[in-house]
């Protein structure tokens, strides 16, 4: 398959996120409790809810994340990059993630209501990834129609 500037742009951003996400999820899969996951990978405080339900949630995402998303946007990215169709697959593959997940963090936000609810977290922290998860899965569905 052709490799366009796009498909270039596309696989970068989906490598710096995802090496970004899997090194955060990856100390709290190791930290789970440590101050600093909570502040800076968790967000939000567990008395502010329920704290085993907090705890669990997180837990759940900083293990599926390095172990199964990252292996799967890096293959997906190198593979674009090298022009080959199972990687712009493995790609679609990986932007599902990106906007189920962020899903599933706004409604937990919003019912549990333990995250502040500003400009910068909705838009820059939070929307990031769905956004790109939208323009990763439409992009590399369309290259593959």
């Known amino acids: 398959m052709e490799v366009t500037a796009f498909t270039w742009l596309v696989?970068?951003?989906?490598?710096?996120?995802i090496v970004l996400l899997g090194a955060l999820q990856l100390v709290a899969a190791v930290r789970p409790r440590s101050r600093w996951t909570i502040e800076n990978v968790?967000?939000?405080?567990?008395?502010?809810?329920?704290?085993?339900?907090?705890?669990?949630?997180?837990?759940?995402l900083a293990w599926a994340d390095p172990f199964f998303f990252v292996p799967l946007q890096v293959a997906g990215s190198i593979g674009m990059m090298l022009g080959e169709k199972w990687g712009f697959l493995l790609a679609l593959a990986a932007s599902v993630p990106f906007i189920y997940t962020a899903i599933t963090i706004y409604i937990?936000?919003?019912?549990?209501?333990?995250?502040?609810r500003t400009f910068n977290y909705w838009v820059v922290v939070w929307g990031m990834w769905p956004v790109f998860g939208v323009v990763e899965g439409v992009y590399t569905f369309v290259r593959l129609v």
Not at 11 to 17: E, S
Not at 108 to 116: K, L, S, T, V, Y
């Open 108 to 116: 937990w936000d919003r019912d549990m209501g333990f995250r502040q």
């Open 11 to 17: 696989a970068v951003v989906g490598l710096v996120l």
């Open 42 to 60: 968790y967000g939000g405080d567990p008395d502010g809810t329920d704290p085993t339900a907090y705890f669990a949630f997180n837990q759940g």
